[in-house]
């Protein structure tokens, strides 16, 4: 049976986490997009589970006295990566409408000369790849913004639901019998 009163307390919390889920977010993709050259925009982009599994441990110990299932672990982090997803996508989609100006397709051909090199030394398995990796950019370059927007809050929700898990089991936590 559902406990609805335990769910809506898990997505009220999930929502105000996946706000802050989503500025670290648009920090990591601002950085990445105007500072390729710089590691801060991947490293921000890679602490998300360590992130979600802070906040579900804040969560756990703050609203739950210290114990939360594997259930209600999962729930957690799912809904707080699918808020995050949601207004990080709405960001995207007004980034790419007003504000890119051709910057995020610049900076995947500035990334694509860098190990198209490497790519070719590989012979001709190298050589498919990069123009396999070229038609990509150029069909990203013909998306449009709400496209796009939509593309990165699919693979945002998809990697969030696979990531939940492994968070929801570290992070469970039971009542200790005495």
């Avoid at 769910?7 to 500072?35: D, N, P």
Wanted: hydrophobic fraction near 55%; include cysteine.
């Amino acid at each position: 049976m559902i406990n609805v009163v335990a769910l809506v307390q898990v997505k009220a919390f999930a929502r105000q986490e996946g706000v802050f889920l989503a500025l670290l977010w648009i920090a990591s993709f601002l950085l990445m997009v105007y500072t390729p050259s710089s590691s801060w925009g991947n490293l921000l982009a890679i602490s998300t589970p360590f992130f979600i599994g802070w906040r579900l441990v804040d969560f756990r110990q703050y609203a739950l006295q210290g114990n939360i299932s594997f259930k209600r672990g999962f729930a957690f982090s799912w809904y707080t990566v699918f808020y995050a997803s949601l207004i990080f996508a709405i960001f995207q989609y007004v980034f790419f409408k007003y504000f890119d100006h051709g910057a995020m397709l610049s900076m995947l051909n500035h990334n694509m000369e860098i190990v198209q090199e490497a790519y070719k030394a590989g012979g001709d398995r190298g050589t498919q790849a990069v123009q396999y990796m070229q038609e990509g950019i150029s069909s990203f370059g013909m998306m449009s913004p709400i496209q796009l927007a939509f593309l990165f809050m699919m693979q945002n929700i998809f990697i969030g639901s696979i990531l939940s898990l492994p968070i929801a089991l570290f992070c469970k936590k039971k009542k200790a019998l005495n």
